[in-house]
């Protein structure tokens, strides 16, 4: 009895061995290479060029105005690209009475290679759309920010003395959901 047991013991685990290791049992498979083409992804891209005020003015008073012109270049590639151009705040900082009492506006000209229209209810904001949203050819345009400090923004000594940083204002191109 010992040596069937021995026996039956050691056919198992030559069995075992074979199934574990794929040995002899010879279960078929084959594999198939799909030509499922690539995925290429889009682009989007601002950049400004040529900036400038139409008239610096040295220091403000409640009541100034000023316009800073310069072109943009957008690239909004993407057969679903859905994107919004903006100034973003945070980039414009300094003393917060003076950064209060101002004014930012956002506008542009004449748009080629697609177009930039003003979100309602979104000041600054703008959808961007490109001509072809399959090609790198880029959104032109002439972005005009104009800075203002209304007349009646402040009263009193508020904001006197004080300072904002304009040379680090941003415009911001996104991505969002339709």
Same mark, same amino acid.
């Given at each position: 009895?010992?040596?069937?047991?021995?026996?039956?013991?050691?056919?198992?685990?030559?069995?075992?061995?074979?199934?574990?290791?794929?040995?002899?049992?010879?279960?078929?498979?084959?594999?198939?290479?799909?030509?499922?083409?690539?995925?290429?992804? /889009?682009?989007?891209?601002?950049?400004? &060029? *040529? @900036?400038?005020? #139409?008239?610096?003015?040295? +220091?403000?008073?409640?009541? =100034?105005?000023?316009?800073?012109?310069?072109?943009?270049?957008?690239?909004?590639?993407?057969?679903?690209?859905?994107?919004?151009?903006?100034?973003?705040?945070?980039?414009?900082?300094?003393?917060?009475?003076?950064?209060?009492?101002?004014?930012? /506006?956002?506008?542009?000209?004449?748009? &080629? *290679? @697609?177009?930039? #229209?003003?979100?309602?209810? +979104?000041?600054?904001?703008? =959808?961007?759309?490109?001509?072809?949203?399959?090609?790198?050819?880029?959104?032109?345009?002439?972005?005009?920010?104009?800075?203002?400090?209304?007349?009646?923004?402040?009263?009193?000594?508020?904001?006197?003395?004080?300072?904002?940083?304009?040379? /680090?204002?941003?415009?911001?191109?996104?991505?969002?959901?339709?």
């Amino acid at each position: 009895m010992k040596k069937l047991t021995t026996g039956l013991v050691a056919a198992g685990c030559g069995l075992i061995l074979l199934i574990g290791t794929s040995g002899s049992l010879a279960l078929w498979n084959d594999a198939a290479n799909v030509d499922a083409g690539n995925i290429d992804s /889009g682009v989007l891209t601002i950049a400004e &060029t *040529g @900036g400038a005020w #139409t008239q610096p003015i040295q +220091q403000w008073v409640p009541g =100034d105005s000023d316009t800073y012109t310069a072109q943009v270049s957008i690239v909004a590639q993407g057969d679903n690209l859905h994107s919004q151009v903006t100034i973003d705040p945070a980039s414009i900082t300094g003393d917060p009475e003076l950064l209060a009492a101002l004014q930012i /506006g956002l506008s542009f000209g004449t748009v &080629t *290679g @697609g177009t930039l #229209t003003p979100v309602a209810g +979104q000041p600054n904001v703008y =959808d961007v759309s490109p001509t072809d949203p399959n090609s790198a050819t880029p959104i032109t345009a002439p972005v005009t920010v104009t800075a203002t400090f209304p007349p009646d923004s402040v009263t009193g000594t508020v904001a006197q003395g004080q300072t904002v940083q304009l040379g /680090g204002m941003q415009f911001v191109l996104q991505q969002v959901t339709p």
